[in-house]
């Protein structure tokens, strides 16, 4: 089901020939987004923070480029998250060869932990409105169901993020999928405050999700996270992403993608629910 949020894009062949769809010859060719997910050594999150502002101002003058966020997790500030929206897929494989994407990796490169996470992803459903929403929190969600319902889990996601956007503490949902894993989904959504992620997590269009996707859901050893960030960027081009305090990340079982529990590796006051980043944090 929901899936852990950091990325290197995946090689494995597309599940849709399998059920009867005729997958493109390069399947990520209709990618237009891209999310990536990294971890750093404590001793470099300062400057692995300004390299992302770098990034970032670069980046949204790039042709085609649409948003660019650079994200932090809360109560792990060694976690950090870009997420990215292009125009076409000959824009965002373009800037990725670009000067600055290089200057960002070798930065990256020279910082990491552990293995980047990096995935192209295409967009299904209505896309989000033209300019960022504004807001509070970030909230990055992998959700992933057993390839015979990924038609049905689909449709949940979209009817979803309809009744979502509907929401008055809600300011930009979008719902993309790995084009060559297509049972592998991602949210992405943008609340007011932490009181609007409540409320979402008990309106009746989030039960009705919660109990038509579950039995779609992957149960397998692959855990899942829904996780909430704050900007790392300061003084950017307005966007959404310089306004969001927080990303906090959650545990999630598999058959329930909205009902929380803690990740031991996570502070208790991270948990629960998307929250501030504790002070002291770098950036802050």
Not at 76 to 82: D, Q, S
Not at 171 to 192: A, G, L, M, S, Y
Not at 208 to 217: H, L
Not at 231 to 244: L, Q
Request: one cysteine or more; a positive charge.
């Amino acid at each position: 089901m929901l899936r852990a949020l950091l990325a290197v894009v995946s090689l494995l062949l597309p599940l849709a020939p399998a059920f009867g769809q005729t997958a493109p010859a390069n399947p990520t060719a209709t990618a237009t987004v891209r999310v990536a997910y990294f971890e750093v050594a404590a001793a470099d999150i300062n400057r692995v923070s300004a390299a992302l502002k770098d990034y970032r101002q670069a980046a949204m003058r790039a042709p085609g480029a649409l948003r660019v966020e650079a994200l932090q997790q809360i109560g792990r500030p060694t976690h950090f998250a870009i997420y990215e929206i292009w125009r076409d897929n000959g824009s965002m494989r373009a800037h990725a060869a670009a000067a600055d994407s290089k200057k960002l990796d070798a930065a990256i490169q020279a910082a990491r932990v552990s293995p980047t996470d990096d995935r192209a992803l295409s967009i299904i459903g209505p896309a989000s409105a033209t300019v960022p929403g504004t807001g509070g929190t970030y909230v990055l969600t992998h959700a992933d169901s057993v390839p015979p319902s990924r038609d049905a889990a689909e449709a949940a996601l979209k009817e979803l993020a309809t009744k979502t956007r509907q929401e008055p503490g809600n300011t930009d949902i979008q719902i993309t999928v790995q084009p060559n894993r297509n049972n592998h989904f991602f949210i992405f959504e943008v609340w007011k405050d932490e009181k609007a992620v409540d409320a979402h997590a008990v309106a009746d269009h989030t039960k009705k999700f919660r109990d038509t996707f579950g039995p779609f859901s992957a149960r397998s050893s692959t855990n899942g996270s829904t996780r909430a960030f704050r900007s790392r960027v300061r003084n950017a081009p307005a966007s959404a992403a310089s306004r969001h305090p927080a990303y906090v990340r959650r545990r999630v079982p598999p058959s329930d993608p909205f009902h929380a529990q803690a990740d031991p590796a996570v502070t208790p006051a991270a948990c629960g629910a998307p929250c501030r980043a504790p002070p002291g944090t770098p950036g802050t």
